[in-house]
């Protein structure tokens, strides 16, 4: 009898020792707070798909907040006339391209929409242009065709591309055409950022 109440008197104590009532708080991520020091990201002004993929909570575990912070950026300008650099950055940290949409015509069934891209960032771009798409005055929205090419191709119509850092070049892209509709709209993102996400460009 008296071993199970010096037991129970022991367990009590324990279960006493070391309760202060208080709460684990959270603590941003470096990460967060850097992105909270260049004003976080202000969406104003941008689509829904934007503000989706970049306006819920997230956070880059791992070193190199900041780093991951710079390059985790909605498109700067949201949306721009056919002619203006947009600055878009990838899935993977590093990657920054200033996008401009230089020139647009008709090539058969297609549209064909030229580019200059600049990479700004501190690694190389490696992939492909596939998340591109453009809307038309009937309300038709055409992704990139792949596969398919044109004399201002330049190599942008391969499954694998490469711009080098600091690297200029000059491109095309292919858009299946609607009918006789015009284009009004090209969006564009990189890497695995959806289309949705990317910037905009107003075609008319």
Known sequence: MRNRIG???????????????????????ATAAA?????????????????KFYGEPHAHEGEGGDVEAEYHQPPL????????????????????????????????????????????GIANFEG????????????????VATREKADCSNGWDAEYLRIDTSAKVEGCLLFPRSGD??????????????TEAGGIWDLR
Do not use: W
Request: hydrophobic share 35%; charged share 25%; proline share 8%.
């Open 7 to 29: 037991v129970l008197a022991l367990a009590a104590l324990l279960a006493g020792c070391g309760s202060d009532n208080k709460t684990d708080e959270p603590t941003p991520s």
């Open 35 to 51: 992105e909270q020091a260049a004003g976080g990201h202000d969406l104003d002004g941008y689509s829904e798909g934007v503000k």
């Open 77 to 120: 300008p949201p949306e721009t006339a056919l002619g203006g650099p947009i600055t878009l950055t990838g899935s993977n940290i590093g990657v920054r391209l200033v996008m401009k949409p230089t020139e647009l015509s008709r090539e058969g069934d297609f549209t064909v929409v030229e580019f200059e891209a600049e990479n700004t």
């Open 128 to 143: 492909a242009f596939r998340n591109a798409e453009i809307t038309y005055d009937d309300g038709e929205t055409k992704p």
């Open 181 to 194: 509709a015009s284009p009004e709209r090209l969006q564009l993102a990189l890497e695995d950022v959806p």
